[in-house]
């Protein structure tokens, strides 16, 4: 069953081992409760790293389990965070999801380990449920990819120009999306495509040095 459900994750849903999605958890006290969380799938079970201080949190104290709810806009999170009585809630057994989501997963704890106010769960998905639209989870690392490809471009040109310190505002942006990308798909083709942008703004620079 997890075998078959793994396969469904990773086929119908899109997420790739090792890269970390930002999703909507919806978790339950007295009443249902979304927020975004990200979560990396690996080796068939969901991980997270939450906050001792959230509502969330608190919630998966007193029921081990919740929602994992695809979507694509980023409207839907700031709904999630600021505007969170906007979002519709349903019902289906024990779980509450997001009735806007592309897809959603039910998902129990089965492992948490704390560390220094915050803890890293992890989650057996026990409930998959698609809609029309085909899902495509969201990462950070296709913008941060798409910001570090923008900027590289124009590095040469500004160097070319004379205009050194907008190159290395540049530069460092792209030193920046290249930290964040170890840490949302390390050892993943997004990861492997930063490197190699963050090398040859690396070079450009380098030459400026030595020239
Ligand atoms: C895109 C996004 C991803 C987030 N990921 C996490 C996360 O992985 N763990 C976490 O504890 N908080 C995360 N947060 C912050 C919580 O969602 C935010 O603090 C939330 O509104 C408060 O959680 P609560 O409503 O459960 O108290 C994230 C926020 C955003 C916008």
Redesign the pocket.
């Known amino acids: 069953m997890l075998v078959e459900l793994t396969l469904l994750v990773v086929a119908e849903l899109g997420f790739v081992e090792g890269v970390v999605y ?1 999703v909507i958890a919806v ?1 339950f006290s007295s009443k249902p ?7 990396r799938f690996k080796d068939g079970l969901f991980e ?4 001792h ?5 608190a ?1 998966l104290k007193v029921h081990p389990m919740c929602t994992l709810n695809v979507v694509r806009s980023g409207l839907l ?1 700031y709904d ?2 600021y505007m ?1 009585h906007k979002l519709r809630v349903m019902r289906e057994g024990d779980y509450w999801f997001l009735a806007d989501a592309d897809a959603w997963l039910g998902v129990t704890v089965v492992e948490e380990s704390p560390d220094r106010g ?1 803890s890293v769960f992890k989650f057996k998905p026990s409930m998959l449920h698609l809609s029309q639209v085909k899902p495509k989870p969201y990462t ?1 690392a296709d913008g941060a990819l798409v910001e570090m490809l923008v900027h590289e471009s124009r590095i040469k040109p500004y160097i070319d120009s004379g205009l050194l310190v907008e190159a290395k505002r540049l530069y460092d942006l792209i030193v920046h999306y290249n930290e964040l990308m170890a840490r949302i798909a390390q050892n993943t083709e997004y990861q492997a495509y930063a490197k190699a942008i963050y090398e040859s703004a690396t070079r450009r620079m380098g030459e400026l040095k030595g020239g």
């Open positions: 930002e978790s409760h979304p927020a975004p969380i990200g979560v997270a790293t939450i906050y201080d959230t509502a969330t949190y919630n999170f999630a965070v969170k915050r950070r």
